[in-house]
Each structure stands twice: as structure tokens, then as C-alpha cells.
């Protein structure tokens, strides 16, 4: 069985600064890891995922997150924060074992100018 | 091409009464899926079918009912609407039809539902 945690379901940030969102998962078989994107009033689209091989991944948008399986984690980040950044995000995870993806609760990124 | 579509944007419907949220995909996807979406619960899963002519249940089906009508289309019907099924719902669909999920889901806009 798999799960995703979230940790804070609200982040803000001033424009510029780092983004950081924190996502740990549960996983009974080597998982499958998904960021997505939702903007306001709109479906959500995929950022970046890691399936295997190199553990830093690169998505859309300027973001980036790592594999850290001793941590069991797969944290977002990007360097400098954009305003057009601000929506929520959701990490979610899947398996060999399944074809269903399960989500976390979400974080909403707000951006301050 | 569109990719995921889903109608109507909006639905108000009284306790008791039923509808059908359509959805349909236009990139040969073989996998669909339902979800809902309720504040601080991120989204769970109603339904999926992993190819046409299979459905299966998800994490919180009851009250929903489905059909994968073809390959393109896959509908979500609630007979008796309650209160508790306000929400937004998302189709989605992705390219595999197996586990070894690595694939993208692509979701559709949503449909805003609304039970007084």
C-alpha cells in the first residue's frame, strides 16, 4: 500500500526567494513519484516525476526535486519564486503494484511581491 | 486536439435527484479514472477503468456508479444525489493499461457540482 504525506498545507513566499515543498511517502514496493500543478479554476497538470534512475529530477517551470529514499521524501523546490508560481500543489505516489496514483492533500504556494 | 474533456463546467442539483458527468479523452488512452476534490483532502479516487469494458472501484465509490462506454468515453453517474457529493470532479486518463503506473495522467478542466 502506498501514502503520501504533505507537510503544510500553506507556504508563502516573497517573490525571489526559495521555494520549498515538502512531501514524504509510504511505499510497500520501490515507488513512482509525481508532482502536479493545479491553477486556479483548473484541472492538474503533471511538473515532474521520478520513476527510476537519477534521483534529482527536473520538471516544468523551473522545478526540480530529489529521490531521497532514506528519507523516504521527494521535496519541490526551485530557486526563485515567480508570482504566476502561486497554485497548489499536490504530490502523489504509485507502485509496480498498482495503477493508481494516490495523492497528498496539497499545498497552496502564495507568492508576495 | 482537445485532450480530456468534461461537461457541464457547473451542475446545481437538488437531494434526490440524478445526473451524469461525462467525459471524454482524444489521445487513444487506454486507462480513465474519476476523481473528487474536497478542500484539504486533496483528491481520491471514485473509479477507474483500465481499458474498455473494465471498471473497478476506487476509494470512495459508493454512491457512483460508472461506465466506460468506449475507449474515448467514460461516465460518472450519481443516481440520487446527496449533500456529501458536492465537490469538483476530475476525469483523467493515461496511456497504460497495466500497473507499472510511470505513465502521466492527463485531467480535464472539472465539473463543479453542487447538492442543495
Known amino acids: 500500500a502506498q501514502s503520501v504525506t504533505q507537510l503544510g498545507s500553506h507556504v508563502s513566499v516573497s517573490e525571489g526567494a526559495l521555494v520549498l515543498l515538502r512531501c514524504n511517502y509510504s511505499?510497500?514496493?520501490?515507488?513512482?513519484l509525481f508532482w502536479y500543478v493545479q491553477y486556479p479554476n483548473q484541472g492538474l497538470q503533471l511538473l515532474l516525476k521520478?520513476?527510476?534512475?537519477?534521483?534529482l529530477v527536473k520538471g516544468i517551470n523551473g522545478f526540480e526535486a530529489e529521490f531521497k529514499k532514506s528519507e523516504t521524501s521527494f521535496h519541490l523546490t526551485k530557486p526563485s519564486a515567480h508570482m504566476s508560481d502561486a497554485a497548489e500543489y499536490f504530490c502523489?505516489?504509485?507502485?509496480?503494484?498498482?495503477?493508481?496514483?494516490?495523492f497528498g492533500t496539497g499545498t497552496r504556494l502564495q507568492v508576495f511581491p | 486536439n482537445a485532450g480530456v474533456t468534461q461537461t457541464p463546467k457547473f451542475q446545481v442539483l437538488k437531494t434526490g435527484q440524478s445526473m451524469t458527468l461525462q467525459c471524454a479523452q482524444d489521445?487513444?488512452?487506454?486507462?480513465m479514472y474519476w476523481y473528487r476534490q474536497d478542500p484539504g483532502m486533496g483528491l481520491r479516487l471514485i473509479y477507474y477503468?483500465?481499458?474498455?469494458?473494465?471498471?473497478d472501484k476506487g476509494e470512495v465509490p459508493n454512491g457512483y456508479n460508472v461506465s466506460r462506454l468506449n475507449k474515448r468515453e467514460f461516465s460518472l453517474r450519481l443516481e440520487s444525489a446527496a449533500p456529501s457529493q458536492t465537490s469538483v470532479y476530475f476525469c483523467?486518463?493515461?496511456?497504460?493499461?497495466?500497473?507499472?503506473?510511470?505513465?502521466?495522467?492527463?485531467f480535464g478542466p472539472g465539473t463543479r457540482l453542487t447538492v442543495l
Open positions: 477503468s483500465a481499458s474498455e469494458g473494465t471498471t
Open positions: 521520478y520513476t527510476t534512475g537519477a534521483t
Open positions: 511505499s510497500s514496493v520501490p515507488p513512482y
Open positions: 502523489a505516489v504509485s507502485g509496480s503494484n498498482t495503477d493508481k496514483l494516490i
Open positions: 483523467a486518463s493515461r496511456q497504460g493499461s497495466t500497473s507499472q503506473n510511470t505513465d502521466t495522467q492527463y
Open positions: 489521445m487513444n488512452h487506454n486507462s
